[in-house]
């Protein structure tokens, strides 16, 4: 029966039942001409999640990490210079792949737990007077540790370097979840996917792409064919796709835009503040404490908690799993076997979120951690309480 | 979101991904040659569930009041007496039922919380010298007032009372999930649902008979047609149904048999024992008292729970309902505003249970009830974690 | 890979996967208080694919044939008189059902192929001077024979006669496939289910019932429960059901409704229409013969056809399925060996019906048929063609 | 209604409920210990598949398109010289894929209904004393022209040669259709995906790779990160995946599996054979020419047809769409307006074939092509007549 219980990874994320069957669909023939009946408006609303009327709406089949591959490929050539903050596992992971493909990473180490360094990014660009930094690449909200980047800081950083510097931004586990604003924050190219705050299945990157991001394609020579941007955008012009579409999801990403207007995106922000906040006021019952160094860093979607000193994290996420069936997500990097991570985005209610707390908490207990059982529970039920008459509205 | 949420009603019961996909399946020839290859097997794991060999078994698409009406109209006639007592909303149902279609219904009254009364029993069976009592009707899971009766202790008075009568069980809320023994017991006829301990869909009533209720078919006299046993069973030996069949249903308990022989009835059993007991203990750390008069009655199922004085227990279910999307199950008939339910039965884990107990406490707390919060979940998580060894081998 | 094939089988009919996944749905507690906002607008929807205003329309977790017991069970008293044709299967069964219910049943023999006998009525309602005959059963369209009867005739009949019998109709299998007028032909109640135009999975029997007949059920003494409709009437006035609902049925039935209000009942009439017809050209173009003694007669949901002297029809279905993996109708009652039957009714197209037509007579070739291979898809091709234009227009 | 019809383009492919249903699965810790015991048998079943025991699967989530960009990254360097001969819009594409990432294409041009020339493989090959060519690449089954390619000729031919280049197959639209011998035929590297012979929603790249082509990926130089074969080999050998996998694929491609192996490899192969022969008989009753050159050529997946002289075949495709609501696939490339294509592959019976060319034939005669209406299905339907017996068998 475990398999019955919801997950508290921070992605892949709990699938409504609705968008299961949203996904449920018979092949239909992608070149017939009612496929762009469906597609075109999938498009147009996911513009609308990213917070955007300029951007263009990009997918591939593929995983986050092909929309990282797609971001560099299209706009990048090799050699060229990028700079990036490494603060957790998917800011390195991003870094990687440039390295990988031959780019020139300028990269500056923060510490796991801080998020974008916004002062930093400014005084390298302002002495970078050549601009030979063609890229800025900063991830949203570094999963690893439960940060929350400010994505308007960074952009007023560049600003104030007058750097001309692009803005690419990871917003994989942020974007229909937390706030993104795309023309607002004045981003090139955002990447997101499929299996976070859209509750579907794994199979879809999603980018948003600004008309100067575009213009970059023109001289950029990294190879790319799979992941061309010109090919997908010239069929997609028609309704097409450059090869066979990913239907099924293009079908739950209709159903899933249709849900997150339903709620509201303020409404699901909104959620997400106060499941996050719920777990944040647990953690503090428990006397642990969060890797994300200070408040205006947590992220809404994913909280890493370190465990105490002495005892392995990894310990207690195999535990948790196997005395209770439920999932939570591992110390990823540096974080390793010092934090474990409670996954907090996507098809989740407060309800569900006080069964994965009072879980953590029992096999915390049962490894003779210095908490108190129920503590943790207690504090998030008295802080859901004084806050469901919002929640019952936003619900509804 | 908050559709996502278990159910805490005493059925139907959470659904399980796994049945909703094997009721999910296209129409097939229920006059093909191969439907019998589908459908002989359930019927020959449903006898397993009910712990029978000789007993036949008998569906028809209806609910758990079909399945009452069945045993009735093939086995009784007009005027005919049968003993019954009332304590509890369903044992009430079934008189009624049985008034209705015109029997002589010799009722016992207990008190609302108590189980069936085999010292009752026997003495008025002792008494009925002529035998002119044809059938005993016994509700074995009393779902308005979560008491478990004691059939054996009910089949024993009417031995010593060497009483010819039929014993007629219905076990529509604890079969799959508590120990049920229909040859052990010397039941008659057992009557049960799809929607509780088989965690499927409504739709399906089940029945056991035995040879010797087989027999009453014989010289009973009132009206049935669409509950026909001759005609099921005739049908069905040939791999057929008397009229359309509700396949879906058929398919989905031929899956949720393998789910239950997969964990092991007796693992099924233990589960829901550990369930119930979690709540129980939740219960006694909230102070509040259970509708079930005495241990030896608390059902596994479903428990009932007084709230206290001065206090309305639909206020309660409503406003949990509103405010955090959880249902449960409101008090019923003489309990109405007295009393309010929690169905801990089918897809169901210990995750799950702390999740309902952590609303029903919220929702308490703010309707000011003299209840700690945190209290019960608390109570729940350490019994829990002290059982989680077996529990994960059960699970395995 | 045969079960990827449609049924041929005048229902249960083929569902189509929309209504698979309305049906694929999570538990919610029927007792909430938004389940009404669900229920409603299905009884509301049904009342117009019965065509009636006046009407109240009544649904129970049952087959069609739960809803033929329902309604003389409301209605009438042991001894009282009804009258009914026997023409097929189905109006015979309904006989049987009367007679075990003790009713007195006035019988009029007609030929299999036939329709109900408007004059015949007359003649006897007009004799009936006492009116004894308290209700006229009629099966509106004989799955068994592939015959239509007209119920407006019989209702002029019956107007004739100035009887003040009640007119009950079976519509399993036409309603929401052909044109059904409740209200326009005075029909007293109407019994229909969910396996066949509706298109989704058997379970529900569904009924509509005239002011009139509820009037009856005041004086009516034939036992029932399950089958109230007092009790149905009475939870459905606030939302509710008197037992536990078949929920996934009834979230079907608000699909199936939508489905066919947005293809248009018209449109859903005429495609029937269109379909037949398709398949009677190619019963003609074989050489063969209808059950159905003429073309007034002739059912749009199913074509009952003779196999030529010396052939067994059987065979002919056997072999059907053994070879193509394809259902066909068998001969029922007398018709059993003599004919076979086509369905042509619920989620089918003109495409659908080509492939049912070319293994047909791939079967009858097999066998050695005097039919010519090919010949009856080649009229009906030509057929459709010549109306594809319409078709399309309505499939829009 | 038009949405039940069977699709007939070439891919992708009808889903069978059954493998719908697999795929309609929750979301699961793919860092949890089970995910490997599900994944690493569905390792093992493609390598069968593929006919290999020392080739190594690697999947992505992506489309084969994807698939053929990791053959290349993944092996060779910027200014590596492959083989390839053009007969067709896929081999074509490969070639574009090749060039767009630096590698110099030595291209053969063969007319378009050809297939791979080995003789002229053998002598390009034989002349290139240097070994400059690195691999040759070769469409198994052009999917635009509906020819299938003699694999085992071109390993022939390379062993002639002596030439030491790695062979790269695009088995696509082939494999888990017709037989497919990766040992046996020597290739290097095989691309496929999920939404053809696997009846599954498109999303996933699937690959078998041989010893040798793992060699060389170390000194390949050209850049790959979502593609990358160690990233992913790494991952997969401790059951993970080095980014989020594409789970319910992977739980479609399990059940997928199961239904192969239940049906039998040679069992699935002889059933394409006998589904194409009846269309290819079709189309010789219709007068009408098949694109692939001769019968050794002839694809049992996909028949391209050209339409006679002075008829545009995408007027037919449409009209057909319009009319009738089925899809056939277009002429693609150089065949457009002039043939169009008939998808006879994955889930499909000889009954759902016949449905097809029985449409194709009314749309034909529709636009007056010099077709006569019936014939194409009567030769169809005389040639499964005359195998239905091997078919049962088969599909037992």
Redesign the interface.
Known sequence: ???????F?P???????RL??A???????????DFVSTFAPVLEGTKKVFGSTNGKIIT???????G??ASV?NTLSPGDTVLVARYGMFSHRWI??CQ???LDVQIIECAWGSGAPAEKFEAVLSADKDHKIKAVLVTHNETATGVRSDIAGVRKAMDAASHPAMLFVDCVSSLASMEFRFDGWGVDIAVS?S?KGFML???MAILCVSPKALDAMATAT???????FRDMMAANASGGF????????IYGMGESLKMLFE?GLENVYA?HFRLAEGVRRAVQAWGLKLVAQSPELYSDTVSAIYVPEGFDSNALT?HA???????FG?GLGEMNGKAFRIGHLG??????V??GL??I??AM??LDYPVQ???G??AA??Y??ST??T??KA?A
């Open positions: 029966m475990s398999d019955q219980n919801p997950v990874i992605g892949p994320t709990n699938i409504p039942e299961l069957s996904m449920h669909v018979q092949t239909r023939d992608h070149r017939a001409p591939f089949p593929a995983s986050g990490t092909g990282w591959e490929t990687d792949l990988r493909h031959g996917g299996q299945a794994t199979g990294l190879p790319r064919t799979f992941f061309d450059p090869y066979t579409p990913p239907l099924q999801l709620e959620r195999e799993f196997d005395a209770y069936g439920v999932s591992i098809s989740l209610t407060d309800v569900m006080l069964s009072a879980t908490e029992m207990a049962d059982l129920g503590s529970v207690t039920q008295e859901f309480r469901h008459a929640a019952a619900a």
